[in-house]
């Protein structure tokens, strides 16, 4: 990067006259880099063949071929006149020819003869103002990306809490946003239609996601029975499209805003149906908002294609074929003419949507159309932008009704929403978390530390956290899931700038007895599996492969007992939650991994040939540097074609080789063979422990 910003700017000077090129050349050459064309249709080519790189180009008026007039009317049709500043150039000085230029997009004018000190500091002035509109620009799309990342992982989180309750929920939403956005797009197209900006379809679409809102309402039984609905139970259902909309009416802020008046529309109506045959109010025809209408066929659709309790999954071909035939309800036949048009597109679509890289592709097309429009100065479309954004954000907030909290960690900062700050008691921020005596009260510190490490573990590609603890909330620990998404700068290599989540209560009994057996199966600190649930699933393992080729590998921290000493418990476990993570991130998907006690851990895989690449990969891998401590294991591996499939006896050889290994001094990792049989019966019961072993002052933690 330093060597980019060192290069020199590049210059194009555009003049019939070789002798006007050269002075230019020589007042301007020592700081940039000079390219010349004599005539205008040089200059077109040489604006091409430079693009992004060329900062100003200086641009006689009268020339051969193509005259300066007919560069600037070029540069404007192929877009370069947004991107390249352009200074005019003529002995001429009549109003006519100047007013002429500055129309067509030039930014300044030289006239001839020229003088130094005015040419430098005219060229100086236009590449920097340039360069400051587009790092403006740039700093407007990046917080806008940023922004829109934290309103779509908003509407993920509202489409997690109906999911909690309606199995359906998460891809349905995501899928009705999708078709509902295809839709739109479609309509736009045809003759006679109805016409949408891009603003609006945004709107739509993202409104979409919120039609099924009500059914927080609707009792699970009801939710989720598999048979056919009673009519007490249908009537009961029906009162979700209702009770969204009256959600959305109650809310005490933004009722005029867009997405607003969209989300109860669609929440209301999307269950009408063209003909007047459907629910709540029986409307009919162009009765029935359009943004209802799209989002009633897209939630049909999904829901044929999609399995269900009460029904299995129809193919596209013939969820298509039954809507087009009238058997879900009629619908507007311009829209059935659409649905046909677009039948080839769908199915893919709707399975590649990913609705943050949608978000940052129509960021991308609005941050750029606002660019170019000059009737706004840039700190006004800046703070349009952003407002926007912020409207949005705290609309999801007032709506979820849940805590929710941002936290940076430059300067070390955490927000909540005014709800959440209320109902827990705090302030709005609170700076430095992780040393504050009320967060504290609420999180203890090793479960803090915890979710902090799991954040910063995460990466751009892998940015999202679930993780399950109990908060002291109001004097009464409950079980809440935390979801949270890590935020990462676009430097190489990325920077952790934070995250943005929520705590859910998971006070539910089912979600609840769900937790409560995960958390019995698995070590709080690490989330790994316990010792006990490990050995089940291995034994589970051996017996239905008794031919497969497995190995079971144990290990622990070399010298963990003196950097807890030194450095203290929390250090330590810091330090096991970090091992964990690495851990997970180096086995394959089918492997076991558990914390056996301390700082003792239990690898148990499957091998083709020969374990050892296996085994080495993931002692490299774990091995290494934490904060400035270096991490150093030791570890023993028994295989079952040596051993055995008898659990008991393959741990207790690899128990065995571990400690042969911190026999012959530590740092590695050795196979069990016979030599190792009688290797634990030899040692005494206090090094056996692991606890009492001094390291020498060499062998000491840095």
């Not at 230019?24 to 091409?48: C, K, P, S």
Request: glycine share 8%.
């Amino acid at each position: 990067m330093e060597q980019l910003q060192k290069q020199p700017s590049t210059l194009l000077i555009a003049d019939d006259s070789e002798m006007n090129r050269a002075i230019l050349a020589d007042m301007l050459g020592g700081e940039y880099t000079i390219v010349e064309a004599e005539n205008g249709q040089e200059a077109l080519e040489q604006i091409q063949i430079l693009g992004p790189k060329l900062s100003l180009v200086l641009l006689d008026i009268v020339m051969p071929v193509l005259d300066g007039f007919g560069v600037l009317t070029e540069m404007n049709r192929e877009g370069w006149i947004e991107d390249i500043p352009v200074i005019m150039i003529s002995a001429e000085r009549g109003a006519e020819q100047i007013e002429r230029a500055y129309a067509l997009g030039a930014t300044d004018f030289i006239s001839r003869p020229f003088d130094a000190l005015i040419v430098h500091k005219r060229v100086v002035n236009t590449i920097l103002l340039y360069a400051k509109q587009k790092q403006l620009v740039g700093m407007v799309a990046q917080q806008m990306y940023e922004k829109e990342q934290q309103s779509s992982l908003m509407i993920e989180i509202l489409s997690h809490i109906v999911e909690f309750r309606n199995g359906e929920s998460g891809l349905h939403i995501r899928h009705v946003r999708a078709f509902t956005d295809l839709l739109l797009n479609r309509l736009n197209e045809k003759e006679g239609g109805p016409r949408f900006t891009s603003s609006e379809i945004s709107v739509i679409s993202t409104a979409s996601a919120l039609h099924d809102i009500g059914k927080i309402s609707i009792p699970e039984g009801i939710l989720n029975k598999p048979g056919k609905l009673t009519p007490e139970e249908f009537e009961r259902m029906k009162a979700h499209t209702t009770i969204g909309a009256q959600m959305l009416a109650e809310l005490p802020i933004y009722q005029e805003h867009p997405l607003i008046r969209a989300a109860y529309e669609i929440c209301r109506w999307h269950h009408e149906r063209y003909d007047g045959s459907g629910y709540p109010d029986g409307l009919k025809g162009g009765e029935i908002p359009i943004s209802a209408q799209v989002v009633a066929l897209a939630d049909v659709y999904d829901a044929l294609t999609s399995q269900r309790v009460y029904k299995a999954a129809l193919s596209h071909e013939e969820s298509i074929r039954m809507i087009l035939a009238g058997e879900c309800g009629a619908f507007d036949p311009l829209l059935l003419k659409c649905l046909s048009e677009l039948d080839g597109d769908i199915y893919d679509a709707l399975r590649r949507e990913d609705p943050f890289q949608t978000g940052q592709q129509n960021l991308h097309s609005v941050v750029e159309a606002l660019s170019q429009n000059k009737d706004l100065p840039v700190s006004r479309r800046t703070l349009q932008l952003l407002e926007h954004e912020r409207v949005r954000h705290d609309f999801f907030a007032a709506l979820s009704n849940e805590i929710q909290f941002e936290f940076t960690s430059s300067p070390s900062v955490v927000t909540f929403t005014p709800f959440s700050a209320q109902k827990l008691g705090f302030p709005e921020e609170i700076p430095d978390p992780a040393h504050d005596p009320r967060l504290l009260a609420a999180m203890d510190k090793p479960l803090l530390y915890h979710f902090s490490d799991l954040l910063r573990g995460t990466s751009p590609g892998q940015p999202v956290v679930k993780f399950d603890c109990r908060l002291n909330i109001g004097g009464e620990k409950r079980w809440h899931r935390l979801l949270a998404r890590a935020t990462w700068s676009g430097d190489e290599p990325p920077r952790y700038l934070g995250a943005i989540g929520k705590a859910v209560d998971i006070h539910d009994s089912r979600l609840q007895m769900d937790t409560l057996t995960r958390i019995a199966s698995t070590d709080p600190l690490t989330g790994l599996f316990n010792h006990a649930s490990a050995r089940k699933r291995i034994e589970t393992r051996l017996q239905e492969r008794p031919d497969g080729h497995f190995a079971l590998a144990i290990f622990d921290l070399d010298f963990f007992k003196s950097a807890n000493d030194s450095r203290g418990h929390l250090f330590g476990d810091r330090l096991l939650a970090y091992l964990a993570r690495t851990l997970r991130r180096t086995v394959r998907g089918g492997d076991i991994v558990a914390r056996v006690g301390g700082d003792e851990f239990l690898i148990f895989l499957e091998y083709k040939s020969v374990p050892e690449a296996a085994i080495g990969r993931i002692f490299s891998a774990l091995t290494g540097q934490y904060e400035d401590f270096s991490i150093s294991l030791s570890m023993g591996v028994a295989c079952t074609d040596r051993v055995g499939t008898d659990y008991d006896t393959l741990f207790h050889a690899a128990d065995n080789a571990l400690y042969a290994v911190k026999r012959s001094g530590r740092g590695k990792y050795l196979f069990y063979d016979e030599t190792m049989r009688d290797t634990l019966s030899n040692i005494s019961p206090i090094v056996r422990e692991g606890e009492g072993e001094e390291p020498t002052k060499e062998d000491r933690p840095t």
